[in-house]
């Protein structure tokens, strides 16, 4: 059974920085992309960041572009999202994705999502 478990989510002030981890179990995305998607209350899932198997090519959206930084550790089946500046508009529950594939610059989600880890950041 595959399982995607998110952590490092908090309240933080704005400015302020946190770093997010989602560890997978029950199969290895070594060889997949993997991302992370937020979902603020009354707004559809948005994309957020994406790396690829390797971890030699990453996508942001433009709203994270400069502030976000995805990596992953393939040993330890993990992908982290490190956020800085933080601003009032990035609070929302935070999700990871894994197995994705990309094409034209874009990445597709697969079936395993997290339980996500909810980000409030305070004014």
């Known amino acids: 059974q595959v399982q995607l478990v998110e952590s490092g989510g908090g309240l933080v002030q704005a400015g302020g920085s946190l770093r997010l981890s989602c560890a997978a179990s029950?199969?290895?995305?070594?060889?997949?992309?993997m991302g992370w998607f937020r979902q603020a209350p009354g707004k559809e899932r948005e994309f957020v960041a994406a790396i690829s198997w390797s971890g030699g090519s990453t996508y942001y959206a433009d709203s994270v572009k400069g502030r976000f930084t995805i990596s992953r550790d393939n040993a330890k089946n993990t992908v982290y999202l490190q956020m800085i500046s933080l601003k009032p508009e990035d609070t929302a529950v935070y999700s990871c994705n894994a197995g994705g594939t990309f094409s034209s610059s874009k990445y597709y989600p697969a079936r395993y999502w997290g339980q996500g880890t909810q980000v409030t950041v305070s004014s």
């Open positions: 029950g199969r290895t995305f070594s060889r997949s992309g």
